[in-house]
């Protein structure tokens, strides 16, 4: 059974930073791609980041692109995702989930996910 926990979410103002880290257990984490993903209240699921089961490969969606940084701790099956220059367009539920592959960009990939973290970032 796959757990993930995400953790870091809150309320920032605009230009804030926030970290939020995604723990994982229950499966082999270290060769699996993983991804964060957001919604905000009447959107639908936004693709954020995605890192593969090394670092070695990396996306951004283009709306965080120069902004968030993820980045992979395999010895503490842990994930983070640092976000800067946060703005209020980025306020959502953010989730992030395991893939099946070692990296994917690919929605249908992702079979685990974690409950989600609030983020707001007000103006």
């Known amino acids: 059974q796959v757990q993930l926990v995400e953790s870091g979410g809150g309320l920032v103002q605009a230009g804030g930073s926030l970290r939020l880290s995604c723990a994982a257990s229950?499966?082999?984490?270290?060769?699996?791609?993983v991804g964060w993903f957001r919604q905000a209240p009447g959107k639908s699921r936004e693709f954020v980041a995605a890192?593969?089961?090394?670092?070695?490969?990396?996306y951004y969606a283009d709306s965080v692109k120069g902004r968030f940084t993820i980045a992979r701790d395999n010895a503490k099956n842990t994930v983070y995702l640092q976000m800067v220059s946060l703005k209020p367009e980025d306020t959502a539920v953010y989730y992030c989930?395991?893939?099946?592959?070692?990296?994917?960009?690919?929605?249908?990939?992702?079979?685990?996910w974690g409950q989600g973290t609030q983020v707001t970032v007000s103006s």
């Open positions: 890192i593969s089961w090394n670092g070695g490969r990396i």
């Open positions: 989930a395991l893939s099946g592959l070692r990296y994917s960009t690919t929605y249908q990939s992702y079979a685990y």
């Open positions: 229950g499966r082999t984490f270290s060769n699996s791609g």
